[in-house]
């Protein structure tokens, strides 16, 4: 009797001490924190060289982090780039390019994403922001829950803007409904042609416009913007785009306060600094480059009050903060908020040559922190690194296992993330209009058949990369792409145009 008795308690006991200690697990994997600025260009933030404007609180994330040199988003475009880094796979392989503000979800819902590597991990996932990846299965209905959705790919939480700043439907979804939305009051959307009883139309009504937009952004006028898209309903619900920092910095605060006993995982995805650029007035000539540069200073403040929340709550210390941008810098992107006019010595790429949709270095390579107090040592890295390897990477972290189908492209460079070491990809594939590799210093752009541009390119402050012939660059001695060796380096051109075969071919994570 005695005996059963001890018994019992000595698997209590056990029970005990291993439940204990899986939960000591849990609580030694850090929180982390994505910060996803949109259109941020490596020569956007002042540690990495900005002039017209400060950003003092990502500065100080750096001084506290690691600053990246030579890290790249997997493209030169939104929903390419946010598909491979939820997904770990390269966005041609999902046929994600820029999507319409009523397309369907992209991503495969049986597809294990990073959200979902770190739920198995015992993570509390958030998305708070630009979504941009489809929503429903197609013919969205914005009057009921919308899904499959951030819920369906991982996200235990999500508050959305649906697609972009500049696509209707310009409303707020949180966990896949329209927040504010009235019954009396319906929404309708439609990507091709007008809805009786929309919104008034931008191209017709000029005089309701804040800022002037290029004809691809003047359908339906809400909070005085034209946008790409009509719009009808929903006016209770519509987002006053001045306020999109605040509403989104405040869910994503909440976020973090509610889970601050668990680890969590939030990927807050701001609309700045987008165009349609409206800062806040708080935050108006904030900077000496207009509309442009104040919105980055807005951002800036964004990261701040992460940072304090962080702080409040005890958990700075072991919250891994990985701040970077989707593509690179673009100053008419189909607005006009004199971005150009007012840039003065300000460069946005930094030393680099193009711009978002270009295959030329600064259309993906991001400037990138990563601070995490409990976990790295301050320091800078120009290691090569591409976003698409996080996923691979943090399931290294967090000790989760990867199936042969999980992640198709991602590699495993947690050293180099974490500072450890400064070794990087060995090649690195990068997709905008034309696809780019880097091997070392070398760059590689693979010749179009065509140099015929799509139409809406042509007026642009882009730079595509388009050529007939292989380009070939020596990032070393040329960091601006000037001077095409292609010529003279026939090996170096075979090496990395078969590498890019390969990656076409298959997934390339082994
Ligand atoms: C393009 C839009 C551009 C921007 C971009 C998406 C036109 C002519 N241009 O199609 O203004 O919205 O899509 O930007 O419509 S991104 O950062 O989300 O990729
Ligand atoms: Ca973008």
Same mark, same amino acid.
Request: hydrophobic share 35%; glycine share 10%.
């Given at each position: 009797?005695?005996?059963?008795?001890?018994?019992?308690?000595?698997?209590?006991?056990?029970?005990?001490?291993?439940?204990?200690?899986?939960?000591?697990?849990?609580?030694?994997?850090?929180?982390?924190?994505?910060?996803?600025? +949109?259109?941020?260009?490596?020569?956007?933030?002042?540690?990495?060289?900005?002039?017209?404007?400060?950003?003092?609180?990502?500065?100080?994330?750096?001084?506290?982090?690691?600053?990246?040199?030579?890290?790249?988003?997997?493209?030169?475009?939104?929903?390419?780039?946010?598909?491979?880094?939820?997904?770990?796979?390269?966005?041609?392989?999902?046929?994600?390019?820029?999507?319409?503000?009523?397309?369907?979800?992209?991503?495969?819902?049986?597809?294990? /994403?990073?959200?979902?590597?770190?739920?198995?991990?015992?993570?509390?996932?958030?998305?708070?922001?630009?979504?941009?990846?489809?929503?429903?299965?197609?013919?969205?209905?914005?009057?009921?829950?919308?899904?499959?959705?951030?819920?369906?790919?991982?996200?235990?939480?999500?508050?959305?803007?649906?697609?972009?700043?500049?696509?209707?439907? /310009?409303?707020?979804?949180?966990?896949?409904?329209?927040?504010?939305?009235?019954?009396?009051?319906?929404? /309708?959307? +439609?990507?091709?042609?007008?809805?009786?009883?929309?919104?008034?139309?931008?191209?017709?009504?000029?005089?309701?416009?804040?800022?002037?937009?290029?004809?691809?952004?003047?359908?339906?006028?809400?909070?005085?913007?034209?946008?790409?898209?009509?719009?009808?309903?929903?006016?209770?619900?519509?987002?006053?785009?001045?306020?999109?920092?605040?509403?989104?910095?405040?869910?994503?605060?909440?976020?973090?306060?509610?889970?601050?006993?668990?680890?969590?995982?939030?990927?807050?995805? @701001?609309?700045?600094?987008?165009?349609?650029?409206?800062?806040?007035?708080?935050?108006?000539?904030?900077?000496?480059?207009?509309?442009?540069?104040?919105?980055?200073?807005?951002?800036?403040?964004?990261?701040?009050?992460?940072?304090?929340?962080? +702080?409040?709550?005890?958990?700075?210390?072991?919250?891994?903060?990985?701040?970077?941008?989707?593509?690179?810098?673009?100053?008419?992107?189909?607005?006009?908020?004199?971005?150009?006019?007012?840039?003065?010595?300000?460069?946005?790429?930094?030393?680099?040559?193009?711009?978002?949709?270009?295959?030329?270095?600064?259309?993906?390579?991001?400037?990138?922190?990563?601070?995490?107090?409990?976990?790295?040592?301050?320091?800078?890295?120009?290691?090569?690194?591409?976003?698409?390897?996080?996923?691979?990477?943090?399931?290294? @972290?967090?000790?989760?296992?990867?199936?042969?189908?999980?992640?198709?492209?991602?590699?495993?460079?947690?050293?180099?993330?974490?500072?450890?070491?400064?070794?990087?990809?060995?090649?690195?594939?990068?997709?905008?209009?034309?696809?780019?590799?880097?091997?070392?210093?070398?760059?590689?752009?693979?010749?179009?058949?065509?140099?015929?541009?799509?139409?809406?390119?042509?007026?642009?402050?882009?730079?595509?990369?388009?050529?007939?012939?292989?380009?070939?660059?020596?990032?070393?001695? +040329?960091?601006?792409?000037?001077?095409?060796?292609?010529?003279?380096?026939?090996?170096?051109?075979?090496?990395?145009?078969?590498?890019?075969?390969?990656?076409?071919?298959?997934?390339?994570?082994?």
């Amino acid at each position: 009797m005695k005996n059963s008795i001890l018994h019992k308690i000595a698997w209590v006991l056990l029970i005990t001490i291993c439940f204990a200690s899986v939960n000591a697990q849990k609580k030694k994997n850090p929180n982390i924190v994505i910060i996803y600025v +949109d259109d941020l260009g490596f020569g956007d933030l002042g540690v990495n060289g900005a002039v017209g404007v400060k950003t003092p609180n990502v500065d100080a994330l750096a001084a506290n982090g690691i600053n990246f040199t030579d890290a790249h988003s997997s493209a030169a475009t939104c929903t390419p780039s946010r598909y491979s880094l939820l997904t770990g796979s390269y966005a041609f392989r999902g046929k994600a390019a820029i999507l319409a503000g009523d397309a369907p979800l992209i991503i495969d819902t049986e597809m294990r /994403t990073l959200p979902d590597m770190l739920k198995d991990a015992g993570y509390k996932t958030g998305v708070v922001g630009k979504w941009h990846l489809g929503l429903g299965d197609g013919n969205v209905n914005w009057n009921t829950k919308v899904t499959p959705g951030p819920k369906e790919v991982g996200f235990d939480y999500s508050f959305l803007i649906p697609a972009t700043g500049d696509r209707v439907p /310009t409303v707020f979804m949180e966990n896949q409904e329209v927040v504010g939305l009235e019954k009396e009051d319906p929404i /309708t959307v +439609d990507y091709k042609k007008n809805i009786p009883g929309g919104y008034p139309v931008g191209r017709e009504h000029p005089e309701l416009l804040k800022q002037h937009a290029d004809d691809q952004h003047a359908s339906s006028v809400t909070n005085g913007i034209s946008r790409i898209g009509y719009m009808k309903g929903g006016e209770n619900a519509l987002w006053i785009d001045e306020n999109i920092p605040f509403v989104l910095t405040d869910k994503a605060t909440h976020f973090i306060d509610k889970h601050k006993e668990n680890p969590f995982f939030l990927f807050f995805s @701001l609309h700045d600094i987008h165009q349609p650029r409206t800062p806040n007035k708080k935050f108006v000539e904030s900077s000496e480059m207009g509309p442009r540069g104040d919105v980055i200073t807005q951002m800036d403040w964004c990261v701040g009050e992460i940072m304090k929340q962080l +702080d409040k709550n005890g958990i700075k210390e072991n919250t891994m903060i990985i701040f970077s941008s989707d593509n690179g810098p673009i100053l008419d992107d189909g607005y006009l908020d004199y971005a150009i006019e007012l840039l003065g010595e300000h460069n946005p790429g930094g030393p680099y040559r193009g711009s978002k949709y270009s295959v030329y270095e600064a259309g993906t390579r991001m400037p990138t922190v990563i601070s995490w107090p409990a976990g790295i040592q301050p320091g800078t890295s120009n290691a090569l690194l591409s976003q698409v390897d996080l996923y691979a990477s943090l399931a290294a @972290l967090v000790g989760q296992k990867l199936k042969k189908a999980d992640a198709p492209d991602s590699e495993n460079l947690l050293d180099a993330w974490l500072g450890k070491s400064q070794k990087g990809r060995e090649m690195l594939f990068e997709q905008a209009y034309a696809y780019g590799i880097r091997k070392g210093n070398y760059k590689y752009i693979h010749p179009k058949k065509s140099d015929k541009l799509p139409e809406w390119i042509k007026n642009k402050f882009v730079d595509p990369g388009y050529s007939t012939v292989p380009m070939l660059f020596n990032l070393d001695k +040329d960091p601006g792409e000037t001077q095409n060796i292609a010529e003279s380096h026939p090996e170096m051109v075979k090496e990395m145009a078969a590498y890019l075969e390969k990656v076409l071919e298959k997934p390339t994570r082994k």
